[in-house]
Nanobody, 122 residues
């Protein structure tokens, strides 16, 4: 069973920073093609934020590039999302995700955490 557990959300002011963490099992961490962060704001669709492959290659949505950094700790089976220069429009529930075959549209082989709330006040 794939388990993804996020932590680190909270309430901050615009311009401040937060770091999100996602813990998973060694099996998931080593065998899945990539892990990622998505977010969903109230009334909006879930959107891609950033991803990191087992190779270490990283990818970012245009809206967060230069402000957010995704990373992984292979010894701890964890990924992180360092969020700097936060904006009110970054307010959302942030979800950790894992894709078994590298296709984020593949519902059967993608897994999600329960989410963690990030609120940025202006």
């Amino acid at each position: 069973q794939v388990q993804l557990v996020e932590s680190g959300g909270g309430l901050v002011q615009a311009g401040e920073s937060l770091r999100l963490s996602c813990a998973t099992t060694e099996s998931t961490f080593r065998n899945f093609a990539a892990m990622a962060w998505f977010r969903q704001a109230p009334g909006e669709d879930r959107e891609y934020v950033a991803s990191i492959a087992t190779t270490g290659n990283t990818f970012y949505a245009t809206s967060v590039k230069g402000r957010f950094t995704i990373s992984r700790d292979n010894a701890k089976n964890m990924i992180y999302l360092q969020m700097n220069s936060l904006l009110p429009e970054d307010t959302a529930v942030y979800y950790c995700a894992a894709t078994q075959f590298g296709n984020w549209a593949d519902r059967e082989n993608n897994y999600w955490g329960q989410g963690t709330q990030v609120t940025v006040s202006s």
